[in-house]
């Protein structure tokens, strides 16, 4: 994982550090301004969102040095700003999400996955909001997603002292659990670590090759 990048603008070179979990999530917050900008087509809001995307990783770079810097090197600074940091990880949450479509609440306001991600953590674990911040991304989401896992074991558990997780069937006169629905990385597994069964006479014979392998016999 790289902790640094160089990145020019206006003929001048800087170094960019991996950010840490509170500019991490700043970061995605600028990014989703530009991301609502470009849909809009709002020239001004595209590039208040790039200077302010740039200058959270680069806060000594003032607004006029991007404005003067040639289009492809801002181009460049913001793709290498995000490749920096990128999430590396392999959490389910991350690589299958929580399945279906989630409206924004009716108190959605811009940031506030910062905020909410500070809170989750604040709320499980105790710490300073300086604390949170100065975890990295992948430390931060590895204990988001066993504080998700274990706020749904509970709602497990108290939904199964309920009388409405029980299911009647008059037919047979007996009650059948019907347990809480689980979001979808708790359950899916990964279609790239998927293993499908097969019956042995559908496998194939002889010498199987590859593209791009050496030759493997079955």
């Known amino acids: ?3 640094q990048r160089n990145v020019s603008l206006g003929g001048q070179e800087y170094t960019v550090l991996r950010a840490r979990l509170g500019k991490y999530l700043s970061l995605q917050a600028a990014a989703s301004r530009l991301n609502k900008a470009a849909k809009s087509g709002d020239n001004g809001a595209i590039f208040a969102a790039i200077c302010a995307y740039i200058q959270i990783a680069l806060p000594e770079v003032s607004s006029e040095t991007i404005a003067l810097a040639p ?3 801002v181009i460049s600074a913001v793709a290498d700003i995000g490749l920096l940091n990128a999430m590396e990880s392999d959490f389910a949450i991350l690589k299958i999400g ?3 479509k989630n409206s924004p ?3 959605d306001y811009d940031d506030r996955l910062c905020y909410f991600w500070v809170h989750l953590l604040a709320r499980s674990y105790h710490w300073t909001r300086e604390q949170i911040e100065d975890l990295w991304p992948e430390e931060a989401i590895a204990f988001i997603q066993e ?3 274990h706020d749904q074991y509970e709602r497990e558990f108290a939904h199964s002292l309920s009388e409405v997780s029980y299911h009647y069937d008059k037919g047979a006169k007996t009650s059948k659990y019907v347990p809480l629905h689980r979001p979808a990385w708790m359950v899916l597994r990964d279609p790239k670590t ?4 097969m019956h042995k006479h559908m496998m194939p014979m002889g010498v199987v090759i590859y593209p791009g392998q050496e030759e493997v016999v079955h």
């Open 71 to 73: 289009w492809y090197e």
């Open 98 to 100: 929580q399945g279906g």
């Open 1 to 3: 994982m790289d902790q």
């Open 194 to 197: 998927l293993i499908t069964r």
């Open 105 to 107: 609440v009716p108190w």
């Open 147 to 149: 504080v998700l896992a």
